[in-house]
């Protein structure tokens, strides 16, 4: 079933490792052993590209061949050394996703240039921009956010009130953009045609690889394309009940047990 397996790509939050956590010497080793295999390995993530770079800098992990930014709006070609950018969201798109939110109580995060933009600067920001070295700014005014394109915006919401706020999305789902949970207190709007699956597929497209040949790692909706998308999709033990009925395996262990690495070690 793996023979053929000519690229690899892992989610990082939830999939690699728990939130705000580095990379375990295991996994640093796994990635190794990847690519020492010659398979391609890659990461994909909603974070940009210049934080997942930081990131894996300070892991000590150096050559990634790809990284998938902003859950497909980015692509960074390792191989070709090149940036690639995709689908935004138009300014009134993001105007709208201000009212599908305004029920609850939220503070809006937008990646803005190299910084955060935010409505508060609260400790959830705080963490957020210290773990990867992020300037931040403060908004002036709800408007500030839908001046002009965006790859994404994000609603950091109160945990106990996400069912109501999936809910919500659904009711006032959109032709041109789409809503996903990605954290159980993260609600992430974005242009309908980005996907972490569209990203991967320009990808492999551009080095010859069949689509069928790749093996997918991730845990929750906004990794759901990308499994689908490729010839394995592996969901984490963790992951949410969405991922894991489309997931074509189940790891054993969760990310707090390294299972992604721990399934590299099994099979690979």
Request: aromatic share 14%; glycine share 6%; charged share 25%.
């Amino acid at each position: 079933m793996y023979e053929n397996i000519k690229c690899i790509v892992c989610d990082i939050d939830g999939t690699m490792v728990p939130s705000h956590h580095k990379l375990s010497e295991f996994g640093q080793n796994m990635i190794q052993k990847i690519r020492e295999k010659g398979i391609l390995f890659g990461i994909a993530s909603g974070r940009s590209l210049k934080d997942v770079q930081y990131i894996v800098g300070t892991w000590g992990v150096k050559d990634i061949d790809f990284i998938i930014g902003l859950n497909g709006s980015q692509l960074y070609d390792g191989l070709e050394n090149k940036v690639y950018d995709y689908f935004q969201m138009k300014p009134e798109w993001i105007k709208e996703t201000f009212d599908i939110m305004r029920p609850f109580s939220f503070n809006p995060v937008m990646y803005f240039g190299k910084a955060y933009m935010c409505g508060v600067y609260d400790q959830k920001v705080h963490f957020s921009a210290q773990y990867t070295k992020s300037d931040y700014i403060v908004a002036k005014s709800e408007a500030d956010f839908y001046q002009e394109p965006n790859a994404k915006i994000m609603f950091r919401v109160d945990e106990k009130d996400m069912p109501e706020v999936e809910k919500r999305v659904k009711e006032f789902e959109s032709p041109y953009y789409k809503g996903n949970k990605t954290q159980p207190t993260l609600m992430e709007f974005q242009n309908r045609k980005a996907s972490k699956a569209y990203a991967l597929e320009q990808f492999c497209e551009k080095h010859n690889i069949d689509i069928h040949d790749t093996m997918a790692f991730g845990d929750t909706t906004n990794d759901n394309e990308m499994l689908e998308a490729s010839g394995v999709g592996v969901c984490m033990k963790n992951g949410s009940d969405d991922t894991k009925a489309l997931a074509d395996i189940i790891t054993e262990k969760t990310v707090l047990e390294d299972g992604w690495a721990d399934f590299i070690n099994q099979y690979f």
